[in-house]
């Protein structure tokens, strides 16, 4: 098999791992509004959603633990052995939720072992998301990063697809009291599934060249102390660009499919396919800005997002809450994924060059993870507290002003195609 060939299969073995990974992670907010009755005392509709929303947030708090635990894995071991441990923690985490009690069968109980599953799949996606962006960013050649790496957010967004599909599916053969009652168990038991054969895939992937090429014995060890130390500034700067981009990602994607059935008033089945067919053109721009971003740079692709998310965030979110024809819903929908989807499309390639490679996972991860944490997982709760204080419109100026605060470090941060640290193809 040719060079190029093998890098061909190992990009893809990878991707394939990644969309695994982010369906299971996303089964999770696209059926939340079925199985939340399952899980807590019956009552106020949004005061369960606001409940799975909070747990949904504690999975997004062990990130950070997990970036930190695998990308010094990773740095450490190699990139695929860090791919391999995060599908293992993401197939045990979605089968406990597949075969969870419910709370009538067991009581306070029955919320704590669902807490304890998100909070496997946190260490998971914690470490997937450094692990995935580093392999794909060092398995592409010099002149086609920005292309290769946009296959994590097009994977990362069929991972999502697949959910709505599979949701699709059992809301076209199924009843809704079927769903709620046991059905909703069936995403959870195929993404357990699925993520045991990945991980059998992975353990059989190439190794990248930059993680060969290193030798550890005159460098330093990859730890949080020495990624501090050693790469404040853009450990900051990334902080930064996640609180802004999580933020309203979480916003426009999976919060969007609930605020169309708790605000708009769609049926659950509308709301569904609007997000699916939003998202389907949301996948397809992402190799091309990636290109793109080889063509002219990453910089002007980041302040492009930066730029249009703040101006187009408040309004759509407006017309949304009054909006009654799914057509014009759907239109709405796909205006702030336009904005956002020049940052997705180069975001991996872009932390992955800003970080040598004895410490590159966890120089992507860590930052990352604790900008998800504190604003990406933390975006639905807060959406839905603000709601219930009766003071949505806030939420809108809220997502509006994390992006400022990412467009400061977009305004900061090198253009990464022309400084890149990662030196080897």
Same mark, same amino acid.
């Given at each position: 098999m040719s060079i190029e060939a093998r890098r061909l299969k190992s990009i893809i073995g990878g991707s394939a791992g990644n969309?695994?990974?982010?369906?299971?992670?996303?089964?999770?907010?696209?059926?939340?509004?079925?199985?939340?009755?399952?899980?807590?005392? *019956?009552?106020?509709?949004? /005061?369960?959603?606001?409940?799975?929303?909070?747990?949904?947030?504690?999975?997004?708090?062990? @990130?950070?633990?997990? /970036?930190?635990i695998m990308g010094i894995y990773g740095d450490r071991h190699g990139r695929k052995a860090g791919l391999a441990l995060s599908v293992g923690l993401m197939f045990a985490g979605s089968l406990i939720i597949a075969i969870a009690p419910t709370y009538d069968?067991?009581?306070?109980?029955?919320?704590?072992? =669902?807490?304890?599953? @998100?909070? =496997?799949? %946190?260490?998971?996606?914690?470490?997937?998301?450094? /692990?995935?962006?580093?392999?794909?960013?060092e398995m592409a050649t010099r002149d086609r990063r920005g292309f290769y790496s946009s296959f994590q957010y097009v994977t990362l967004i069929g991972g999502q697809l697949t959910a709505l599909a599979v949701l699709l599916v059992m809301q076209a053969v199924l009843s809704e009291a079927a769903i709620e009652g046991w059905a909703w @168990?069936?995403?959870?038991?195929? %993404?357990?599934l699925l993520a045991l054969a990945v991980y059998l895939l992975r353990r059989n992937l190439a190794e990248t060249a930059a993680f060969q090429a290193m030798d550890r014995t005159n460098l330093p060890t990859s730890s949080a102390r020495h990624l501090v130390k050693a790469h404040l500034r853009p450990t900051i700067l990334l902080v930064m660009m996640?609180?802004?981009?999580?933020?309203?990602?979480?916003?426009y994607t999976t919060y969007l499919q609930k605020f169309l059935v708790n605000t708009s008033d769609f049926d659950r089945e509308t709301a569904t396919q609007i997000t699916a067919l939003a998202l389907v053109v949301f996948m397809l721009l992402q190799p091309l800005l990636g290109l793109l971003s080889? *063509? &002219? %740079?990453? *910089?002007?692709?980041?302040?492009?997002?930066?730029?249009?998310?703040? &101006?187009?965030?408040?309004?759509?979110?407006?017309?949304?809450?009054?909006?009654?024809?799914?057509?014009?819903?759907?239109?709405?929908?796909?205006?702030?994924?336009?904005? &956002?989807?020049?940052?997705t499309a180069i975001g991996a390639v872009v932390k992955a060059e800003m970080f040598p490679a004895h410490i590159r996972t966890l120089g992507v991860a860590l930052p990352y993870a604790i900008g998800n944490a504190a604003f990406?997982?933390?975006?639905?709760?807060?959406? =839905?507290?603000?709601?219930?204080q009766g003071v949505e419109a806030a939420f809108y100026w809220y997502i509006t002003a994390l992006i400022g605060?990412?467009?400061?470090?977009?305004?900061?941060?090198?253009?990464? *195609?022309?400084?890149?640290? &990662?030196?080897?193809d």
């Open positions: 969309l695994v990974e982010w369906y299971d992670w996303f089964a999770y907010a696209s059926l939340a509004i079925y199985f939340a009755p399952a899980f807590f005392p *019956k009552g106020n509709p949004t /005061a369960q959603l606001l409940s799975t929303a909070a747990i949904f947030a504690v999975g997004f708090l062990m @990130r950070p633990l997990g /970036a930190w069968q067991a009581g306070a109980l029955s919320p704590l072992i =669902l807490l304890f599953a @998100r909070m =496997l799949q %946190g260490l998971s996606v914690g470490g997937e998301y450094g /692990a995935s962006a580093t392999y794909l960013s @168990r069936i995403p959870f038991l195929i %993404g357990a996640t609180a802004g981009s999580s933020s309203a990602f979480y916003a080889d *063509k &002219i %740079g990453r *910089k002007p692709l980041l302040l492009w997002f930066g730029i249009t998310g703040m &101006i187009v965030t408040v309004p759509v979110f407006t017309m949304l809450s009054t909006t009654t024809d799914p057509v014009m819903a759907f239109v709405l929908s796909l205006i702030p994924l336009v904005a &956002i989807a020049p940052y990406g997982g933390t975006a639905e709760t807060v959406a =839905l507290w603000l709601k219930n605060i990412a467009t400061i470090a977009f305004l900061l941060v090198p253009d990464t *195609k022309r400084t890149s640290m &990662i030196v080897e």
